[in-house]
């Protein structure tokens, strides 16, 4: 008899993984040029200068992503916003951390951590991605971000001077 609790040994969730194994964390690291504040700066101020919108967005090319208060938002040319996540911890120029869920809503968001610190080249900034119990297809969604964070952070490297 098949047992009837799900987070039973040997239970499997939809894509035929144990329902009990965590998936682990997407981490990308990079080193970039200049100062912490710098590298800081360049990721949150200026996120809608490099953000691959037209591939990585809501509304695509011609919107603007910016961190705004305590959210991340993309706004469209029309006008129209969406919530891609919030920041619950805010520590500049050293770190942030949000809930993620661009194009989603908060109900499925997983979690994203960025910390930038000194090294002898420069900054290093390392991206954190996971959470992935909070998404709707929990390794679909995985499976998608650690896809597209390399992509997405050669567009901040180049436009940090990397």
């Keep these: 008899m098949d047992n009837l609790f799900s987070h039973a040994p040997g239970a499997q969730d939809g894509d035929g993984h144990d329902a009990g194994d965590a998936?682990?964390?997407?981490?990308?690291?990079?080193?970039?040029?200049?100062?912490?504040?710098?590298?800081?700066?360049?990721?949150?101020?200026?996120?809608?200068?490099?953000?691959?919108?037209?591939?990585?967005?809501?509304?695509?090319?011609?919107?603007y992503v910016e961190f705004e208060e305590n959210l991340i938002l993309e706004t469209a040319d029309d006008g129209r916003t969406s919530i891609w996540g919030t920041i619950d911890e805010w520590n500049p120029p050293f770190s942030f951390h949000a809930t993620w869920h661009p194009g989603s809503t908060a109900l499925w968001s997983t979690e994203l951590l960025v910390a930038f610190r000194p090294v002898e080249?420069?900054?290093?900034?390392?991206?954190?991605?996971?959470?992935?119990?909070?998404?709707?297809?929990?390794?679909?969604?995985?499976?998608?971000?650690?896809?597209a964070w390399p992509g997405i952070l050669?567009?901040?490297a180049r436009f940090m001077g990397a």
Excluded: I
Excluded at 27 to 41: D, I, K, Q, R
Excluded at 47 to 53: N, V
């Design 154 to 156: 050669a567009r901040y």
């Design 121 to 147: 080249d420069g900054t290093e900034v390392r991206v954190f991605h996971n959470g992935w119990e909070g998404a709707e297809n929990p390794a679909a969604t995985r499976a998608h971000y650690a896809e």
């Design 23 to 63: 998936l682990e964390p997407v981490v990308n690291t990079l080193v970039m040029p200049g100062t912490v504040a710098h590298a800081f700066a360049g990721f949150t101020d200026h996120t809608h200068l490099w953000w691959p919108l037209q591939d990585h967005g809501v509304y695509g090319q011609g919107s």
